[in-house]
């Protein structure tokens, strides 16, 4: 198990290194995004904490890259600290955001819990909400017990919401995740008709929808809480 640190500060670098390797596992460091993305492949580590200032590009674009391909736990650690700052974070596709100055003890702790919390994920395969459960091992959805039958676009879709509810997504960030990288071939109409289509096959009744919800200006959210089993 690895983590991977990127930070162009070479002191914060090298305290934050010896601090995660003395109490949580093995760290692999780089200044650059290009470095990092060299070592991203060659590492596939558990977690990155990357900065978003960066020497050769921008820590948002990494996250994005990365999340086309990989549900890698992914945590900010920035001097940018206002509320946008955080929210283009968190769409990116970030677990978690913290900003500069910190406390050490604090990133421990917060890594500790997203290690920890990974690990027990990795065993709870199964997802339910309501009568909706999603069964990821199979890529399969199931509504009152029986099988949904959902395009690969629909079943990414409901996995996307089922895996974070009860928080708004931007269009741009559902079609980043479902899509492309940045969402570029497809558009707001696209999105709209998928989801239609996905609340006509799990809604009780998909003209009031009580699962997912639009709000009007920000984007969806998955209204029920969601729980692994």
Known sequence: MKILLIEDDESLRRAVSLKLSREVCEVAAAKTIAEAEKLFY??????VICDICLPDGNGLELCRRIRKNSGVLFLFLTALDTEADIINGYDAGADDYITKPFSLSVLVSKVNAMLKRR???????????ENI???????????????????????????YFMLAPQRVHSKNS??????DSDGSFVDDNTLA???RRLREKIEAD??????IRNIRGLGYIWEKGCERI
């Open 133 to 159: 459960t999603l069964n990821a091992d199979k890529n399969r959805a199931y509504k009152d017990g029986e099988p949904l039958n959902l395009t690969a676009t629909e079943y990414r879709l409901l996995e």
């Open 206 to 211: 998909a003209s009031k929808p009580e699962l």
């Open 42 to 47: 060659e590492l596939s580590p558990l977690l």
């Open 119 to 129: 690990v027990s994920e990795e065993h709870q395969k199964i997802i339910r909400s």
């Open 193 to 195: 008709v998928n989801i």
């Open 174 to 179: 559902i079609l980043s995740a479902v899509w």
